[in-house]
């Protein structure tokens, strides 16, 4: 029972160059990482160390199955990536933990943060969330769709730069479709919409379409979507446009 | 000429362990670093590295110097605390770069993202950014206090969670009270209040209140605080509590 632990870490987006020494080091010591396949499969195998990988939408039995194995003196690294508390695995091992026995609260817990993808979306464009912005989980799995179009109708009256995380999925396509439509109903203007896939890996690729014309296939499911405020600005280059939202909003 | 570049580089949110690699290769290729004291305190001198070190609210300055250097040949990294493009110097160098000569839009210029303060704070505390959420800079230096207070109702409608930076000044010591008192206005429960200060480093310090009883000089200036959503929990435990946001809002 004794020593073990539960480090629920960021692999940020993508890059080994952007996961923090911190993660590395943590990784470094553990006997069990557990995630989704695609995040465990970035996690070189050694001796010592035991990977569970499994599917997407099991979120809470990984999140037991961490803390169970801590329990029993493991040393458990959860990974998600990007930031493990922005839409990932972190609030999951909070929901087990308060469903499960009352001896798990005495177990040493960690979150360790990582580069979310909004940030490195963000940065590989310019600066599109450098004054108020906000993020919302497109994915209503686990929120009424009505909820979702209510919160970016607030959120563009609001004038928040909006980062779109989960934008598309194969159960809802038209999703990403109907949330520009929420937008256009409500900003009525040609602010740029950043289209960012794959962001840091070899596959990187950005593209930028004013809100009028953008559309929900310029998506998939490794994109990023960032929405401008009102405010947010294209500088024209011969290296390939900048966006970035100006610090003043006098 | 030739040969010069900017990178506008976040060194995280205080301690080493949480800097990129990709940030600490690139500072040790730096010929000259310009920041705000503070941040380029962080930086070890070493031979053929000038640190410029410039006090703060002069970010344009600061942003068209770094412009300037790389357009001379200078490897130049400018750093801010956390992310670079959170209420920081990316967006200020791309003011300058718009305002600039039309030779600069030619230079390498590139922005490396950092743990963001809201990041950290989350992840030492729990999750409390693990459902949707949006973050305020509460500095009305550059707009206007009504605008901030109308952000800060719709982003209580919207139910967000929502992240504060820069939520003290000495300029401005009664904001933060009266941005809780839009909460308390628009909200009308016991959600908890978290209040990060100097995050990661050693005089870390965190504190939890309960929205009505949050009060403005619980913060400081290295304070970073994250008011929960209508759903956000604490879970009780020997070792401090736990504050987290579920994923479901079903």
Redesign the interface.
Known sequence: MSGGWVAIVGL?PG????????VA?TLAQASDVIGYLPYVARIAPRAGLTLHASDNRV?IDRATHALELAAAGGRVVVVSSG??????M???V??A??AGPAAW??L?????????AM??A???A????????????LSDN???WD?IE??IA??A????AIAFYNPRSRARPDGLDRAFAVLRDTCRDRRPVLFARAVTTPEQALRIAALPEARGDMADMRTMVIIGSSRT?T?????GP?L???????
Do not use: Q
Request: hydrophobic fraction near 45%.
């Open positions: 940020g890059a080994g160059r952007m996961m923090t020494p911190e080091d979120e930031d493990p508390g922005v839409f990932a972190a609030a999951a909070f929901e933990l308060e609260r005495d040493d817990i960690r979150v360790l943060p990582g580069i979310t940030l490195a963000s940065a590989a310019g600066a599109p969330l450098g004054h108020d912005f906000c993020a919302i989980n686990l929120k009424p909820l209510r919160r607030l959120a009256e609001a004038d928040f600005r500088i024209d280059r011969a290296g900048l970035y939202t100006p610090r003043s909003a006098l």
